[in-house]
C-alpha cells in the first residue's frame, strides 16, 4: 500500500516562499501523475500543479510564474516551490499520486497547511 507523506507547509508571509515536499512509500507504477492539489476553508478542493512521469507540466492559471512543481522519480517524490506567496494562497496543500496502469489507482497525502499572513 503506498503512503503519501508531505512536509514543508507553515506560516509565511506575503511575498515570501515555501517548499512542499511529499513522498511516496512503496511501489509506484512508472507510468503516473504528481499533482498538488488545494482546498482553502469554505472552498473546493482544486488543482494546483501536475506533472506526469514523463516531465509533462500544468499549472492553475493563478499560480503559473510563481510556483514550481518538479519531481525525484528515484526517490517517489514530489515537490512544490512556492514563491511570491499571496494571503490567497492560503490553504491545505494535498498531494496526489495517479497510477496509469490498466487499472487506475490514486493516492492520497494527508495534506500540509499553508498560511500566508503578515
Known amino acids: 500500500q503506498v503512503q503519501l507523506v508531505e512536509s514543508g507547509g507553515g506560516l509565511v508571509q506575503p511575498g515570501g516562499s515555501l517548499r512542499l515536499s511529499c513522498a511516496a512509500s512503496?511501489?509506484?507504477?512508472?507510468?503516473?501523475?504528481m499533482s498538488w492539489y488545494r482546498q482553502a476553508p469554505g472552498k473546493q478542493r482544486e488543482l494546483v500543479a501536475t506533472m506526469t512521469s514523463t516531465g509533462m507540466t500544468n499549472y492553475e492559471d493563478s499560480v503559473k510564474g510563481r510556483f514550481t512543481i518538479s519531481r525525484d522519480n528515484a526517490k517517489n517524490t514530489v515537490y512544490l516551490q512556492m514563491n511570491s506567496l499571496k494571503p490567497e494562497d492560503t490553504a491545505v496543500y494535498y498531494c496526489n499520486v495517479l497510477e496509469l496502469g490498466l487499472r487506475r489507482v490514486e493516492y492520497w497525502g494527508q495534506g500540509t497547511q499553508v498560511t500566508v499572513s503578515s
Open positions: 512503496g511501489s509506484i507504477f512508472s507510468y503516473n501523475v
